[in-house]
């Protein structure tokens, strides 16, 4: 007999109204919810579809090109990428030297600290203190107070690398053809979600056309080569103003892959910024520059340098995007959630139908049947003898 | 009174149907969503879980071993780690130095462009601009052609570092012994929205199997020591055939963290992965190589250089993963949503059973009460008297 | 007909049971899931908003301070960032040295490897193969036992860089002033989900405060310069004992955003924290150190080199964070699931209803109101000549 029922379908019953009003605001909040759930949810948003949000990448640069520099100091020499990309090794972020400040020969001894370091400035020694730094100085103090024709201004004489680094930086980039250099980009990316790997150097694309072409939105979005003054240029900064002080330009590869659709058709799209903020030229946030050094040996085995304080371009490759596949529990998820928002609906459509309208007192008789008191009493009753309302109401029981 | 009636209990009416047919078809609809959420949803996918998938990572690696090569040009020499890593720091993504081209004692001046650079092939001065570049070439055009016994192709004569860089690459790699290389990981890891952190090296191993051992997918899968070789190998690659031309390897840490289970089941997993695309062996697309120089001054102050070609391994790890612990809003989201399924099933088999069924008419008529106009009718006039009919159908207004 | 029964409005029928006990625990399970909804899923979980977990960051780092170190090898010398930072050209990791061994004029050649590498030790030539090298060794065998006054222990002849590594490291660290180094930490982030970019150096400040400023928890949470020894100390070291071996620290930039409060409230949060795993010392697993040489060549172009094994802080700068911003998919998911929920407490009320209550068979029969086989037949009977019961219960066919 249970066994028998559980086979027995309860459905939920429902009471019509013919409140036209009521119908019609229903019937549209109903069509609004299938149209969000089926427009807006799985066909624009593919609300359908497990997301991975985290792609795995691993960029590999190259930087080709010559530049020919002619200085004072030096003369003339030719820069080649292992001189001006630093690191030489092609990482994801990098730098093209575009400008530098050359101080060859430089020793270690005591000369007087640099009139550009405010807190050296001195008229006797005891504005000196031996054995402090200054922070941002380029020595330690001996504690004399050095101030002759050659320093009219009078410095505290430190012990550090001397000559001091000439303070001079070349009002037009001394690299000025870096414009024309080109980054080669190789990026492997994973959606470890999807076990999902690709290049972005498409596979399709001939040896040829990858050792020529040139990066291009609209003509050659996928040829991975990019001229560095285009890719200033699209960051929205004119080469030639960026390459004095240098600055921080991100290089932006978006991977948004439907999976559903297969292998070819998840392609990288490139994009570029500056990452420069606010407009100011302060030399603490403005521009991007360090120092490196090259040490030698003369004949009697001492050591002198050659200081390079580098201004230049220093490129981030940032990689993102997103993957997606079907998968059953986002689907349910959302189906789920607007079939009970659509249960939602109706207890507003309720309220409006049971408590605003002429027959409200009616709807409400109708949609709420009250077990009373008197249906209680009735059923003590019924346990002695069974009534004839009771065959009428009731079919369970005589059945 | 109206506070009464908020604590009656308002429950949904349900129409029975004894029809065997739809019964089993919704039971069996009910057993469906049930098993999908308990078995796959919880169980299997663990849905009662708020995911971070975003592992925050920091790698420390070092390499140990030395090789020692031996060249026409400088004869003897050992590579030790300091010279092999590039760069020597330990940092995530590596290169290991596994062939090379050395050219020794290039200075600055003039001499013949590589033949190997098609643009650069001339019969006259005219061929050459004086002052340009060629794109991949290795210096500045003079303006010169060059054409005697020593260049018989003819090329345009170049000012950059001479003599140009040698051409030809050794077909067996230099190192051939940076297969026995080790490289250690150090691999810190954090989930920031769980506030848990762990390192791949296992605090449980003592400090002298740390020391000695080496990693093996079955007796050793928490060693963060690995041999070179094994790992170029388990990318699918031949050691030595990648070692002429260099490659991109991924290691891949995975972390999968239930931290339900707690700190001590949090285990890393190691996998690698060839970053190679293509079989081709394009000079774009395939190996890994770049060029570094060292720079000397001779005695009398003069700069020059040895240049360094170096193909090698270069070993990105890429560290993801996920880590779940319980969340009450996940849980509830996936409950809601099976539930309001439950629903939708009803409607399907409502379906089957108001339209297509032999007694489809009555049940309609069971299934939605209409109230009609005459309901209405007799509203208005139940507000004059009170019918017997009305007794029977309208509880609340009598009671 | 058809069409006017679309705008009819149904609306489920409810059962009223005036059950006290179960009327006041379903408002108590109602106001549960209503307050769990909006206090903990809106409010507090925000779970209006779609999150972007995943930041896009670039750092870079610039190093200020300079320190004198004392050694007997080659007397006092002055380091810059230039000789401590590596790398030099400011990257999101960075190691700043604290100690080193330096060991100056080493030349490829013939030596006995240290007596610390213990496969070393020997006794007769037998005991040293010729071509093999050791594992942590310095070279490769020539096949010789070296025993003599200067090497007492007696140990393998090795062919490498000549004389072997200093072993003796400063128990105290070298650049102990490494303790005043200032980090300025330059960190763009974009949240690429919303499009929404922004950079830890706070526009409204103005340039001379970013100058001079550090960091403090409470009176300058925003300044983007750190003093060296307060992040070892805020990551709970002793920067002098972590400066003699050396040791890794992490910097995390927090960004916990709510797009909805707009730009201005979006700030960074910085937290410090060891990335050494336990407490031991042993040289595998703590301290951080790595080696690098300068190439030198002496008058008649031999090469020799000066060997740095370095100790010091290996800093790595995390950035995480997530973003929010209201979205009308996770709100209406977090809502849906929550009335489904509340239909789930009916589930649970209505089993106590209908089988644990006294008047439970009342209950039963008239939630759920079977169609028996009499009314089947009934029904048969009605389409010969319809009944006046049919008239009074099945309004949708009369009408």
Chains 1, 2, 3 share one sequence.
Not at 15 to 31: P, T
Not at 238 to 246: E, I, K, S
Request: hydrophobic content about 35%; some cysteine; proline content about 3%.
């Amino acid at each position: 007999m249970a066994l028998q029922s559980l086979f027995n379908y309860s459905t939920v019953k429902y009471m019509v109204a013919k409140n036209r009003k009521i119908g019609v605001l229903y019937r549209i909040f109903q069509l609004t919810v299938i149209g969000y759930l089926i427009g807006w949810v799985f066909v624009i948003k593919k609300g359908y579809q497990a997301i991975d949000e985290t792609v795995d990448s691993s960029v590999v640069t190259k930087v080709k090109g010559v530049a020919l520099t002619n200085t004072t100091g030096t003369g003339v020499h030719l820069w080649g990428p292992e001189d001006y990309v630093i690191p030489q090794q092609g990482e994801r972020v990098l730098f093209i030297t575009t400008n530098f400040i050359e101080t060859p020969n430089q020793k270690l001894g005591t000369c007087s600290e640099s009139s550009k370091v405010l807190d050296a400035i001195c008229t006797k020694n005891e504005d000196c203190t031996q054995g402090e730094a200054f922070q941002i100085g380029n020595g330690i103090q001996t504690g004399v107070c050095l101030k002759n024709s050659r320093n009219p201004t009078g410095t505290c004489e430190i012990y550090g690398w001397c000559p001091i680094e000439n303070s001079q930086r070349p009002e037009v980039p001394l690299l000025t053809k870096a414009e024309n250099f080109t980054l080669y980009i190789k990026n492997f990316i994973r959606f470890s979600k999807f076990n999902f790997s690709k290049s972005n150097v498409l596979e399709t694309h001939n040896e040829t056309y990858l050792k020529t072409c040139l990066y291009d939105k609209i003509h050659h979005p996928y040829c991975p080569i990019f001229r560095l003054g285009d890719v200033v240029h699209k960051a929205g900064h004119n080469f030639q103003d960026m390459a004095v002080l240098g600055g921080s330009i991100g290089i932006l590869i978006e991977w948004r892959c439907d999976l559903d659709k297969g292998y070819s058709k998840c392609h990288p799209q490139y994009s570029f910024t500056s990452m420069e903020t606010g407009t100011t030229t302060s030399s603490v946030a403005a521009g991007y520059n360090f120092r490196y050094a090259r040490y030698f040996k003369n004949a009697d085995g001492e050591v002198h340098r050659t200081l390079y304080k580098v201004y230049g371009i220093h490129i981030d490759i940032i990689v993102y995007g997103t993957a997606g596949m079907f998968n059953i529990i986002p689907t349910v998820i959302n189906i789920g959630s607007g079939l009970a928002l659509m249960g939602a609906g109706m207890t507003i459509c309720d309220i409006l139908l049971l408590y605003l309208m002429k027959e409200s007192t009616l709807y409400r008789e109708k949609k709420f049947e009250t077990v009373s008191r008197k249906d209680i009493r009735s059923e003590k009753q019924k346990q002695e003898k069974p009534s004839q309302q009771d065959m009428l109401m009731s079919p369970i029981t005589t059945d």
